[in-house]
Nanobody, 124 residues
Framework: QVQLVESGGGLVQAGDSLRLSCVASGLAFSSYSMGWFRQAPGKERESVAAISWYGGRTRFADFVKGRFTISRDNAKNMVYLQMNNLKPEDTAGYYC?????????????????WGQGTQVTVSS
């Protein structure tokens, strides 16, 4: 049984930082590209960042470029999202997802497994 479990969300002030973590189990983690998505109330889920299975390629949404970084530790089955200079508009549920491919940096429809999410709330 595949499980993705996110952690690290919380309530912070604008300008603060948070580091989200996602631990995966039940899959060959090093063979999966990983992504972070977010969904705010009343809005569609959107891609935030993605990282290839080997960690050598990454992709970020324009609205987080320069503020967020994504990384992974295949030895620990973990993927991270470091979020700096948070803004109130970053408030959302954040979800990690795993994709077997074939795309190195998959589109939304290519993700096979999803976590339950962790809430990030940024106050102004």
């Amino acid at each position: 049984q595949v499980q993705l479990v996110e952690s690290g969300g919380g309530l912070v002030q604008a300008g603060d930082s948070l580091r989200l973590s996602c631990v995966a189990s039940g899959l060959a983690f090093s063979s999966y590209s990983m992504g972070w998505f977010r969904q705010a109330p009343g809005k569609e889920r959107e891609s935030v960042a993605a990282i290839s299975w080997y960690g050598g390629r990454t992709r970020f949404a324009d609205f987080v470029k320069g503020r967020f970084t994504i990384s992974r530790d295949n030895a620990k089955n973990m993927v991270y999202l470091q979020m700096n200079n948070l803004k109130p508009e970053d408030t959302a549920g954040y979800y990690c997802a795993a994709s077997r491919g074939p795309a190195i940096l998959p589109s939304y429809a290519e993700y096979d497994y999803w976590g339950q999410g962790t809430q990030v709330t940024v106050s102004s």
